[in-house]
């Protein structure tokens, strides 16, 4: 029902997320390719241009599968971790319990701290694994350890790094995993399948996420800062506001500036730097006059030697002409009978003229000319006038004053009067004054206007001797040059006014913003092609963070969450509840509880029941630590297949009551699954031996020491935890025979310690034989359980049995004791210690026979 569910739930999701669910269920890690390959479908499915590909779910896909099981063989090889350095492998035996003992400082937290990062113990747990910090030589970090992985030898070279992905289910406590769910949230050690894919396609997410901000991370700005003087202007803001939205019309119109934005930008700089506005304004003003001038004045002359004027001269002189001509016919009639030639023409009538004006002023002031009364002289020749020379002068005066003449006189002086007015044109190099007055610099104006005046030059040269209208030639040069003085006069027009403004009001701040804003326009323009890049790369960035959105875990977290409720959450808590029970601490008002689910963790949590306050701060340090020991069996029994338990001294701050508590369910455990204990604590090994004998299991018990090269280095099993005739065994065949060698080669100074130290184990072995053999072994030291059944058996102990340990222990008491030095007790020599062990081993015989 789940699997086929939680198949339907998925095809939902995002198709990216589907393909990435697929992708999982094929392979159970996705390497950094993979991950990349997904961030590019996200992005592709943010932009609608998911691909055509097979994201479907196969059937069965979450079905639950059994995993295989693990056993821990050896430890070996060991260098770079803590002090320990054994030449020999841990080697933890074939029993389903294994008791690593050794006295502090032997090496046993070293091995412990070592699996913990082989095997990947939490985080919380696992802590730093340090060298030996009392060398100065740095060693390589490294171990290798062998197991059986479904009943097949493995092994994995640990290097220092990394942990061993077979060896993720074992499971180790130590005192660190009392911060395990006591006043944190943690999640439990084991999920099942389904919930595991969740785990792994919500770090997926994550993956993806990550590197879909190192895509965004790749993205560097390449926009320069705006600078710092242009700050606050309109295009600065502008640029602050940049985004994913703004449009392509919107950088044209913000980065682009026109020639009369130039040209403002130029005039606003000359305002603002301009000391005296008012006298700024009247150079503009004189400038426009001067500007006007030349256009009025040249204006001016082309209206007078226009095509149309030029026409009326010309017009003119032909009527004048015409007046002549038939003032001329006239005078032929008149002087026809003269007796001189050129009577008539125009030297004549100066001549008459002259006459006239002689006569009047001076021969006869006063008298009408030509004066021809009696006695009259010519005023030419001064010869009295006959009646016939009186009567030609008469005539004469009546034709120059006759209608035709003055008409001819007439339009002979019109014609005159037109082309003498028209204007005298001035040189360039007369001009040149004006132009530089108006402050014109454009060559191209001043070369058009030159060439204006030129024509005109040539046209009035040329008009007095025009005859007809085809004479005058075309006059077509450009004047466009008029209308650019006209603009450089309209500028300096709007110029002389913006001053005059400037001049009336203080607008300085005014005209500084108006500045910038244009000087930032100006900026916007040059770094045009860096902010469309900019936008293209803020684009980019939303695009990104779109499909950023849909690596958002929170639905498969809150889907993990309700699997969890079910498949985890109440099996845990029922679990958890049996070992507090099995523990004997079902009296511990504590409750476990699911949190939250964060990120995909669904988090579990120890509490009071009934209480607000935190456990350690009510619970005694053997209260946590039990409720803690439930917890954690609880949690690592979640597995459907049994996993290594390790130990690292799981009784301390325990009572009795707890400590057989927890031996019990350890060797309970043992019957299912291998359990590792590390202690130092004899009580401990006595009762693991106890228990685990009472469900058939033989514990292997390997002893670890400190050697001179290091620590963790394995050894027989300790003396005291061999049962009585496996130690007496051991002093007769091997150790006594080494003693005797010691002697014999090396003397008494070498022999005595390792004698002494014999005499001392003998003097414990008397102690276990009494406990084992000659009381039954109905108490031990270190357990609480009294044999009554084996009373009956203390009837076959004698008197003489009595005497025989008592003076055995007071001989070999006195070698445990200090020795006076002046009489300090001789140690047995080897055949003494021979006899009294091959002693001891006949008594044995002797009273088991009884």
Not at 8 to 28: G, I
Not at 134 to 154: D, R
Not at 542 to 556: G, M, P
Not at 644 to 657: K, M, N, R, Y
Request: hydrophobic share 35%; proline share 4%.
């Amino acid at each position: 029902m789940i699997s086929s569910t939680t198949a339907k739930w998925l095809t939902q999701r995002p198709k990216w997320l589907q393909a990435a669910a697929k992708r999982l269920l094929a392979s159970s890690n996705l390497n950094d390719a993979a991950i990349s390959e997904l961030a590019v479908l996200c992005q592709q499915e943010a932009n609608n241009e998911f691909p055509a590909i097979d994201c479907s779910i196969p059937s069965g896909a979450f079905d639950t599968q059994d995993s295989e099981e693990i056993r821990l063989c050896s430890i070996s090889e060991v260098a770079g971790v803590n002090k320990l350095a054994p030449r020999k492998p841990l080697d933890l035996g074939d029993s389903n319990i294994a008791v690593v003992y050794g006295q502090n400082g032997s090496g046993k937290s070293g091995y412990v701290r070592l699996l913990k990062h082989i095997c990947g113990a939490r985080d919380c747990i696992r802590g730093k694994l340090h060298n030996n910090v009392f060398s100065t030589e740095e060693v390589a970090q490294k171990a290798k350890i062998s197991f059986l992985k479904s009943s097949s030898p493995a092994e994995h070279e640990w290097s220092g790094q990394g942990i061993c992905d077979d060896l993720c289910s074992v499971d180790i406590f130590d005192t660190s995993f009392g911060r395990v769910f006591m006043g944190s949230e943690d999640e439990v050690s084991y999920e099942p399948p389904v919930l595991s894919f969740f785990s792994r396609l919500i770090d997926v997410c994550e993956r993806v996420a990550a590197k879909l901000d190192a895509d965004a991370g790749a993205l560097k700005s390449k926009m320069p800062s705006i600078p710092n003087s242009l700050l606050g202007s309109t295009g600065a803001v502008w640029v602050e506001k940049l985004s994913a939205k703004t449009t392509a019309d919107d950088v044209e119109s913000h980065c682009s500036i026109s020639p009369g934005n130039e040209s403002e930008l130029q005039d606003l700089q000359k305002r603002i730097s301009e000391p005296s506005p008012a006298d700024k304004a009247k150079q503009f003003r004189t400038k426009k006059s001067h500007a006007d001038g030349i256009v009025n004045d040249v204006q001016t002359y082309l209206n007078q030697l226009s095509d149309e004027n030029c026409k009326r001269i010309i017009a003119a002189k032909k009527k004048s002409i015409l007046k002549k001509s038939a003032a001329e016919a006239a005078a032929k009639d008149v002087f026809s009978g003269a007796m001189l030639e050129g009577v008539g023409s125009d030297v004549w009538k100066e001549l008459w003229s002259a006459a006239r004006k002689y006569s009047e002023e001076l021969a006869y002031s006063g008298q009408e000319f030509p004066h021809v009364q009696d006695h009259s002289v010519c005023v030419l020749c001064h010869q009295p006038l006959s009646e016939e020379g009186k009567q030609r002068f008469t005539s004469f005066e009546s034709y120059v004053k006759g209608e035709t003449q003055k008409q001819a006189t007439d339009a002979a002086r019109d014609a005159k009067q037109a082309i003498d007015a028209l204007p005298d044109i001035p040189s360039a190099e007369a001009f040149k004054t004006k132009i530089d007055a108006a402050g014109i610099e454009s060559q191209d104006i001043i070369k058009a206007l030159n060439d204006t005046l030129t024509t005109l030059q040539d046209r009035k040269s040329k008009v007095p001797s025009f005859e007809s209208e085809d004479a005058l030639g075309s006059t077509s040069k450009s004047l466009e040059w008029i209308k650019e003085i006209g603009k450089i006069s309209q500028g300096y027009e709007d110029s002389a006014k913006k001053y005059e403004e400037d001049a009336a009001k203080d607008n300085r701040a005014e005209l500084q913003g108006m500045l910038k804003n244009l000087q930032a326009k100006k900026w916007l323009a040059e770094q045009k092609t860096a902010i469309q890049e900019e936008v293209n790369r803020l684009q980019a960035l939303d695009r990104i963070q779109e499909a950023k959105k849909k690596t958002n875990s929170r639905s498969l977290s809150t889907k993990k969450g309700e699997l969890a409720e079910a498949l985890i959450t109440d099996a845990f808590v029922q679990r958890f509840n049996d070992e507090l029970k099995a523990l004997g601490a079902s009296r511990l008002k504590v409750k476990l509880i699911k949190s939250k689910v964060s990120k995909g963790k669904v988090l579990h949590t120890l509490q009071l029941d009934g209480a607000a306050h935190k456990l350690n701060e009510v619970l005694s340090e053997g209260e946590n630590r039990i409720v803690s020991i439930a917890a954690f069996i609880a949690d690592v029994t979640g597995r459907n297949y049994p996993t290594p338990f390790v130990f690292d001294d799981p009784i301390s701050s325990l009572d009795q009551d707890y400590e057989e508590a927890v031996v019990q369910r350890l060797c309970a455990i043992a019957s299912e699954r291998q359990v590792i204990i590390f202690t130092h604590r004899l009580s401990l090994l006595t009762m693991v031996q106890l228990y685990a004998g009472k469900v058939n299991i033989k514990p292997e018990v390997i002893c670890i020491r400190e050697e001179p090269w290091g620590t963790g280095e394995p050894g027989d099993t300790p003396f005291f935890a061999k049962k009585p005739d496996s130690a007496l065994k051991q002093l007769i065949n091997d150790r006594l025979a080494k003693a005797k060698k010691l002697l014999n080669e090396h003397g008494k100074e070498v022999y005595e310690p390792y004698a002494k130290s014999m005499c001392s184990d003998f003097r414990d072995l008397l102690e276990r034989m009494i406990e084992v053999e000659l009381m039954g072994d109905i108490v031990q030291r270190y357990r609480r359980e009294v044999h009554t059944k084996k009373i009956a058996g203390l009837a076959k102990i004698s008197e003489a049995d009595c005497s025989y340990f008592g003076d055995l222990m007071t001989k070999y008491s006195r070698y445990e004791h200090s020795q006076p030095l002046e009489a300090p007790v001789p140690l047995p020599e080897p055949d003494e210690l021979e006899t009294d062990f091959n002693a001891l081993k006949n008594w044995q015989v002797e009273f088991k026979s009884r």
